[in-house]
């Protein structure tokens, strides 16, 4: 195939790039808005988030982004194909919200207690989250050249459910709600996202469903304040969607250029003291396993789609990208985004990344993330992304089997559970009072309405191995294959007994792992999975015993499946 039959961008691109900017942009934000209330890095301590963390998240990005486009070009010529789409790739979500609370939020509080000042307990707060950054990043990287041997021996059903269970909790359901929330500002750029991939009709003289939806957002927002603005007495239901104005000012005279500064001295004096990287080990290794296996998860559903990329390096590429982003002062890793699917039915090729990677860029590089947000309401994007939740879930059951789809059932409980936690901690948290801690401690078999604590808090931990295991163990019990179902679940009280899954440690409203060699911090509540353990291992007992009772029989496993 020529390269002139897979250009550099189609028109489509657009439609993608929306949709996965407005997804970095979120993470952006969000890196914004957490190291600021929590890491004390306002004011004159700013300079760690514009001059080291943005640049160094601005790097990574664009490394990974221009990576994965040239992955899909060289897999269009290969193949002869013009349908390629290339891997999204963003911040990591997850690790920025544990980093944030569980690495650099702690190392912050630890200075301060020692008599520091606020600016050195902030500079504190950057340096642990580049430690736990670059120990990320290891385990990416060299995760990469063992990962194409767990998807071989995984039941697709088993890496599919785990991300259906994500893409409706914490993509399409969280997304719904911001709809609902601002509905004359979101519903309408829902209605173009939904007759765009719905009916596949076009617009008129062509234009990209996903410009139109964010364009017609943008403008009913901005109308709105206009109106409350020339009619003073204007409902609050009408004032509560306009924007504010004086936000672009602000944000104007913020703007400045900031390019990436290397920070590789100061990992250097990090590494060489043990002592304080073995303290976020038990954050850094789960945290890293999750990320390696959420990438191969996306790997595997990028090839349900059609699209067959090579295992071990796109997994390495997003672990050079997660220690580029250290080298450079970012302490949030990078992954492979979820949505491959989603962003193919929209059409997107390789464009829609080489645009996101360099508009991310630029925003990071001249401090303009505030900028784009004072103008650009977020609610007149989300419908994209509730679109890629959409087709993620529905890939899930159609990309399997069909007899597998109580498998990928089953796989979805952990993470809508998972979800489910934080609307409880985020209700918690809101509300004041009695936390999460106190309610527990007088009663460990609580039922908040359904929401069964203990059992919410146990679930959680580590939830994307224990999706992984409940599809994985439901497709070969379907299949018949009693023995390796067994195997299945004897990994899962491993992973219980060790504290990577179900164990967990909570004071107050805040919650963490607990594994097998920690100590809980003092006047927590501390759960060890033990008893979870013991149930995988009664499960796994009865899985081998019916399989030597099966083969007692002469009956083998199911050829047809």
Known sequence: MSAASYPVFVRRDLDGFFGLFIDNLVQLLLIVLLCSSRCGMTGENSYLLTRHILPGAAVSILLGNLFYAWQAHRLARREGRSDVTALPYGINTPSLLVYVFFVMGPAFDKVLAEGGTPASAARGAWLAGLLACVGSGLIEFFGAFVAERVRKRTPRAALLSTLAGIAIGFIAMQFALQIYQKPLIAMLPLAVILITYFSQAPFPLQL??????????????????????????????????????????????????????????????????????????????????????????????????????????????????????????????????????????????????????????????????????????????????????????????????????????????????????????????????????????????????????????????????????LAALSAFLIDRKFFTAGIWTLLAAGSAAAGLTHAYQLKGNVFDFLFWHSEPVEGAIAHRAGTIALGYLLMALAFFAFGVYQRSRGELPRSDH
């Open 208 to 469: 990209p469903g996903g410009l139109i939806a964010v364009s017609l957002g943008t403008g009913v927002a901005w109308l709105l304040t206009v109106v409350v603005q020339v009619w003073p007495e204007a409902p609050a239901w009408l004032a509560a969607s306009t924007m504010a104005p004086e936000r672009i000012h602000a944000a104007v005279n913020r703007l400045g250029w900031a390019p990436p500064q290397f920070a590789g001295a100061e990992l250097g004096r990090l590494l060489v003291d043990y002592h304080l990287w073995l303290n976020y080990l038990s954050v850094i290794v789960p945290m890293g396993l999750f990320n390696v296996i959420g990438s191969l998860q996306n790997i595997e559903s990028a090839e349900a789609a059609g699209d067959r990329f090579d295992t071990c390096a796109s997994l390495a590429v997003n672990g050079a990208g997660t220690l580029s982003a250290a080298l450079f002062g970012s302490c949030f890793p990078t992954t492979i985004y979820i949505g491959h699917p989603g962003w193919k039915g929209l059409g997107a090729r390789a464009g829609y990344s080489t645009l996101n990677g360099a508009a991310i860029t630029l925003l990071c590089l001249t401090g303009a993330v505030d900028l784009v947000n004072s103008v650009i309401p977020v609610e007149a994007g989300v419908a994209i992304v509730l679109w890629i939740g959409i087709v993620i879930t529905a890939q899930a059951f159609s990309a399997t089997h069909s007899h597998h789809a109580p498998a990928v059932a089953v796989g979805l409980f952990p993470a809508i559970a998972a979800w489910g936690l934080t609307v409880v901690q985020g209700a918690f948290h809101m509300a004041g009072g009695r936390s999460m801690q106190d309610v527990l401690a007088a009663n460990a078999g609580v039922d908040l309405n359904g929401y069964l604590l203990h059992g919410l808090l146990a679930i959680e931990r580590g939830f994307i191995f224990t999706c992984m295991v």
